[in-house]
């Protein structure tokens, strides 16, 4: 019997704006959103002096430059990170529908090396340290994330787990009748809301100055943050669970938990090397910031 303070799915339409046929959805503001919101974040921290060593940083022209190369490798990588990682079989049999992105699917997994793949050629075309990039996106992207995890809630998809004893599980639309864990917004806080703060603080410690320092807690921290929510959230459904299941000690090993193994190796392998000055630029000639 589900608990007296389950709570319904609020009724929230999934179309934010319709004007004659153009409607555009809150998960499309979300994207939006979290673009512009690093996008102006990221000018603040370029502007701020005292955060940058004596290498070239990006000038604010360069960053309005770079959104446009972001955008796109979130949302290719994000798409094709789905493709490849979640559902291949599918799309095997109808590769059309890889264009259909109307019908959802993305993965944060593929979106992450989409834009890491976009900032390290956007940093040889302009001849940047790709570190500045990077470390200035770890400290932005949450923003990003927690934008995206709120409208997952909206659509009331990539729901959590069913849990009949939580008090404040919610009975999504397409959930099924039993009471879930709202994963979604366990995701928005902690991969958005605790990771933006703990960025935040670690930029205000160490600045910019040790190249790969910040990339390396964001990816430690993403990793964490996302496998303590997987334990709370539904698998996908052609996967289900790749070890264990529901009722195991563990919960259930998830491709998402699985793909967070190598991020969290990689994140501290990051943070050592970077507390060893292995990514420092050799050049030491400081690049005036336009002004804006």
Request: hydrophobic share 50%; aromatic share 12%.
């Amino acid at each position: 019997m589900p608990p007296l303070l389950a709570l319904p799915f609020p009724a929230i339409d999934p179309v934010a704006l319709a004007i004659g046929p153009i409607t555009i959805k809150w998960y499309a503001l979300a994207y939006i959103a979290g673009l512009l919101g690093g996008w102006f974040y990221a000018r603040r921290l370029v502007a701020t002096d005292r955060l940058w060593g004596t290498g070239r940083r990006p000038s604010l022209t360069e960053i309005d430059d770079l959104i446009v190369w972001v955008a796109l490798g979130v949302v290719l990588g994000g798409r094709i990170g789905y493709v490849l990682f979640y559902n291949l079989p599918l799309y095997l049999n109808d590769p059309l529908e890889i264009l259909a992105i109307r019908n959802g699917g993305m993965s944060f997994h593929g979106g992450f090396l989409g834009a890491v793949l976009a900032m390290g050629l956007f940093a040889r075309v302009r001849k940047l340290p790709p570190f500045s990039l990077f470390d200035l996106a770890a400290v932005t992207v949450p923003i990003g994330l927690f934008f995206g995890r709120i409208a997952n809630f909206v659509n009331g998809e990539l729901w959590g787990r069913v849990a009949p004893d939580f008090a404040y599980a919610v009975v999504f639309p397409s959930g099924g009748p039993l009471p879930r864990h709202p994963s979604q917004l366990y995701e928005a806080a902690t991969e958005g809301a605790l990771l933006f703060v703990v960025m935040a603080l670690a930029v205000r410690r160490f600045g910019f100055r040790r190249p790969g320092l910040l990339s390396g807690i964001f990816v430690l921290g993403y990793a964490l943050a996302r496998t303590f929510c997987e334990f709370f959230r539904e698998p996908d459904r052609q996967l289900g669970y790749l070890f264990g299941t529901e009722g195991w000690p563990l919960g259930g090993i998830t491709m998402g938990m699985l793909l967070c193994v190598p991020m969290a190796l990689i994140g501290v392998a990051t943070i050592v090397l970077a507390l060893r000055g292995v990514a420092a630029p050799r050049a030491t000639t400081q690049a005036r910031t336009e002004p804006s």
